[in-house]
């Protein structure tokens, strides 16, 4: 069984800067897409980032978050992160980290198989 571990959240003011780490124990970090999804006040989750595997070669991003947003990975720490420059108060939501195992790069939230307990991040303005 897969778990996955959020951390980094927390309160910043907007312009500001927040790294989401997200730490994998239970299965083959590496043969993972990882991903980034939020949930925000009243609203549905949605998709942030995805980093494909093994290397991460090919990512993609929620366009209200390219060019301020960077995915990345550390298979030999088990770990992803999310790196979120530039913040802004709409991206204030629970953030969480999930993963599925296979080759095929995925961004669709229901192809996730595992998901952790989620993040705080709250923008203020």
């Known amino acids: 069984q897969v778990q996955l571990v959020e951390s980094g959240g927390g309160l910043v003011q907007a312009g500001g800067s927040l790294r989401l780490s997200c730490v994998a124990s239970?299965?083959?970090?590496?043969?993972?897409?990882m991903g980034w999804f939020r949930q925000a006040p009243g609203k549905e989750r949605e998709f942030v980032a995805a980093?494909?595997?093994?290397?991460?070669?090919?990512?993609s991003y929620a366009d209200s978050v390219k060019g301020r947003f960077t995915i990345s990975r550390d298979n030999a720490k088990n770990t992803q992160y999310l790196q979120m420059n530039s913040l802004k108060p709409e991206d204030t939501a629970v953030y969480y980290c999930?993963?599925?195992?296979?080759?095929?790069?995925?961004?669709?939230?229901?192809?996730?198989?595992?998901w952790g307990q989620g993040t705080q991040v709250t923008v203020s303005s």
């Open positions: 239970g299965g083959s970090f590496s043969t993972y897409n």
């Open positions: 999930a993963a599925v195992p296979g080759t095929v790069f995925r961004v669709r939230q229901d192809e996730y198989r595992y």
């Open positions: 980093i494909s595997w093994p290397a991460g070669i090919t990512t």
